[in-house]
């Protein structure tokens, strides 16, 4: 078994590579693959340096499964040729909801990856942090609406974003002039309302996708309406999530479900500090779930608070868990 990663040098590209270091996969060789300007350089795994190739001569021919982590435009471009050679796990948002590519999150429909055509699509990371303890309490109670305020860390946006949020809050410290390149107003020490384009209906792009991907992955027939925000976190996402059920529930029973959720761990201490940040997850695999409480305004409804490593489970930790499950099936 060999694995490739398209797009080893950007940030989840990295996260991959680091990942599949502290893994117990066993597999033969791992070939790390670029555009020209990464081509050349050199990655340390496993206590060896590899060699990034360029993708406009790379052969897919020499790995088994390969995860592509390099954007919509070159998984539209390169997964398909791929596809031809080799199982593609994409991480970017290009065949998500396209009726033949499951969209899987492990360990929620695994069952999904049956019917693949040998493209995988990887959900958005505030999608899979939120469906993460939405299915277990579908399951047990069906789920009639969720609404859902995110706050996105910038390395959601990538390299450019994380670096100008340090730049900006140096001068804004230093008392200089603050220009945006990479937001459409200033992210230090401020929030933006605004994550990708927007839509005719006045939705972003990643409002939508959570909405479309919750009903995918989940059941087409929740009501999801969602608020996407960018705040100036370097990584980890958070999310303010109300759910409502079609029935009364049991609260007792709610805790206990979320406290078995399956890459999940419950701190919900109800005092100063007992609950999870962003900056307490960051690097950890696990979806934390705090602040869980009844809606006093919705006798079916409740409140929680969930915080992930977008760049983990929210992007490449998924990727490989997805191809773990693949392994078993082979």
Not at 65 to 83: D, L
Not at 110 to 130: G, R
Request: aromatic residues 8%; glycine residues 4%.
């Amino acid at each position: 078994m060999n694995f490739a990663i398209i797009g080893a040098s950007g940030n989840v590209g990295r996260k991959t590579i680091e990942i599949l270091e502290k893994s117990n996969l066993k597999f033969n060789n791992l070939f790390l693959v670029a555009s020209s300007k990464s081509a050349g350089k050199k990655i340390k795994f496993r206590n060896k340096e590899l060699k990034i190739e360029n993708l406009e001569n790379y052969d897919f021919t020499k790995a088994q499964i390969t995860f592509f982590a390099a954007g919509s435009q070159i998984a539209k471009e390169w997964a398909p040729k791929a596809a031809t050679q080799t199982i593609v796990i994409d991480n970017s948002s290009y065949y998500r909801m396209q009726k033949d590519v499951p969209l899987v999150i492990s360990e929620v429909n695994p069952e999904a990856l049956d019917k693949h055509k040998n493209i995988i699509a990887n959900p958005n990371c505030s999608t899979m942090q939120m469906v993460l303890p939405l299915k277990p309490l579908h399951d047990e109670y069906k789920i009639k609406r969720v609404v859902v305020s995110t706050y996105q860390a910038v390395s959601g946006a990538g390299k450019e974003p994380m670096d100008e949020l340090f730049e900006q809050s140096k001068n804004y410290l230093k008392g200089k002039k603050i220009s945006s390149k990479n937001f459409t107003k200033q992210i230090a020490f401020n929030l933006i309302p605004h994550i990708d384009s927007f839509d005719k209906d006045g939705y972003t792009k990643e409002e939508i996708k959570m909405t479309n991907e919750t009903k995918k992955i989940l059941d087409s027939e929740i009501e999801v309406t969602a608020t996407c925000v960018r705040v100036p976190v370097r990584t980890g996402h958070s999310e303010s999530i109300n759910i409502e059920f079609d029935n009364l529930y049991d609260f007792e029973n709610i805790i206990k479900i979320l406290k078995s959720a399956p890459g999940c761990k419950v701190i919900d201490e109800r005092k100063d500090g007992g609950y999870i940040t962003p900056l307490e997850a960051e690097g950890d695999y696990t979806t934390f779930i705090s602040r869980i409480r009844k809606d006093n305004s919705n006798v079916k409804a409740i409140n929680l608070w969930v915080v992930s490593d977008n760049l983990l489970k929210g992007a490449a930790l998924n990727t490989v868990q997805i191809a773990e499950c693949l392994m078993k099936k082979m």
